[in-house]
Structures are given as C-alpha cells and as structure tokens.
C-alpha cells in the first residue's frame, strides 16, 4: 500500500519497492482526480539525508514542479520539497507550541527551516520578538518570501546555530529547538541562551522503550551548563519510523 503526504499542490508518495511502473502512474491519476488541490504527484524516491535533510523525488504525473504553496494554521508557504525540509505532519505540533506563547515573550527557533515554527507564532500575535535560525541558504531565502507573504515579523538568521548563538548577546523567554533527527543535541549552546524561568522546547527521537534517555540526555546537558530545570512533559509529536517517534519535552530553565 502507497502511503502519501499531500503539501497543497503537491502530493509525495512512498511506493512499495515491488510496485510497477504503470501501477505507480495509476495510483496518481487516481489522486489527481480525488484531490482537486493537488496538481503534481512525486515519488519519494530516498529518506531525508544530511544536516539540512533534503530529499530525493521522482516525478510521476502532473504538472512537472517541485515547489509547493502549502496552507495550515492560517498562514502560507512557499518552498521547494527536495531543497526544504518540511513535514505537513507537524502542524497541530505548531499551533500548539505556538499556543504556549505568553505576551510580550522573546521567542527564539532554532533549525527554522523555510519559518513554519516562527510564522505561525508570530501570526498568532502574542510574542514581542521572534527569531528565526537556518543553516541553508534555500530555505533562509524561502524563508524571507513566506515573512512577507503571511505579513508578520520574524527576524531571519542564516547559518550554524553552533556558531550564531555565541554571536546573540542576548537571551529569550523561550527557545524552540525544532531540530532533525541528527546526533549533535545543541542543548550546550541552546542552554546558555534562554532565561532563568525560560522554556525550551527540545524535539528528540526514540523508540517508545527509549524514551528514558531523552530525560537522561536532557538532565545531563543541563548539569554541564549548570542550569537547573524542570522537565515539565515529555509528549509523543509523530511518528518517523517503525516503533520509532518525534518526542517534544518541555522544560522549565530554573537558574
């Protein structure tokens, strides 16, 4: 069975290996029909590699783009689905977050991506100062076209959180680390740029059995940075494999 994810336009499909071709164009002509959004079909042809975890398409039927314009929360986005990562996935996890915001909060998001997390905080209108970190160049720029487009402020930074943190003189109530699924935890810079009584909010990933050591990582990271905190929830936020999960823990900064 062909599992897809629609993205406005655009629907990109994982096929089963034993799937022919023709049984692959079918399948599409079916969505293109059913779905009267979407106007190109894609198959994903490889997971998400690397640190700015681009992905692989083939084109299958349709219109031949690979750029979306994509809808959720009441904002818009515009982006390319192999140079930008993006998961349609994580939109109740946006507004939620998005939800936690207090008024007149300084926000930081880090790995922002094409400025969903930043965006649809901003639209909701609570935070006094969003900011807004991206390694690619691609989406940073994506990123400024979907500022303009949804009409809100978001400050845009383009390059390595490791090397923009220690450059930020200031600190901020809250920090977003929407982060791929890559080894590198950043929380040592991360720690030392969030308020006392601040909040993070750190994405890990972890088989359900697991999930204990992304309190363990969490707790040790802070004893480094000699920070106190209190891990206030650890919540599934979708899954990425099999038996395997996105968790967001909310932490409290208490020194």
């Not at 790995?111 to 639209?123: D, L, M, Q, R, Y």
């Not at 994506?142 to 500022?147: G, L």
């Not at 402020?153 to 390059?159: F, T």
């Not at 929407?178 to 993070?200: Q, Y």
Request: net charge positive; hydrophobic share 40%.
């Amino acid at each position: 069975m062909a599992n897809y994810d629609i993205l406005g336009n655009i629907a990109i499909v994982k096929f089963p290996r034993e799937m022919k071709v023709q049984e692959k164009k079918q399948f599409a002509a079916g969505l293109l029909r059913t779905h009267q959004s979407v106007r190109t079909v894609l198959e994903k042809s490889d997971r998400f590699k690397g640190r700015l975890r681009t992905l692989k398409t083939k084109w299958i039927a349709g219109d031949k783009t690979k750029e979306v314009l994509y809808k959720e929360n009441g904002c818009v986005f515009r982006f390319n689905v192999e140079s930008c990562y993006f998961s349609p996935r994580l939109a109740s996890e946006r507004k939620e977050v998005a939800g936690m915001v207090r008024k007149g909060e300084q926000v930081l998001v880090l790995f922002g991506g094409v400025g969903p997390f930043a965006i649809v905080i901003a639209k909701r209108g609570k935070a006094a100062r969003v900011v807004s970190v991206e390694l690619g160049k691609e989406c940073n720029r994506y990123a400024a076209e979907n500022v303009k487009r949804n009409k809100v402020s978001v400050e845009l930074v383009q390059g390595d959180v490791r090397k923009v943190l220690p450059r930020m003189r200031e600190q901020f109530d809250r920090i977003v680390m929407a982060r791929p699924n890559l080894k590198d935890s950043f929380l040592d810079v991360s720690f030392k740029k969030v308020k006392k009584g601040g909040t993070v909010h750190y994405y890990g990933f972890y088989a359900e059995e697991d999930v204990g050591k992304l309190r363990e990582l969490l707790e040790g990271e802070a004893r480094k940075a000699k920070r106190k905190i209190k891990i206030v929830r650890v919540v599934k936020a979708g899954d990425i494999g099999v038996r395997r999960f996105r968790w967001r823990a909310d932490l409290q900064v208490l020194n």
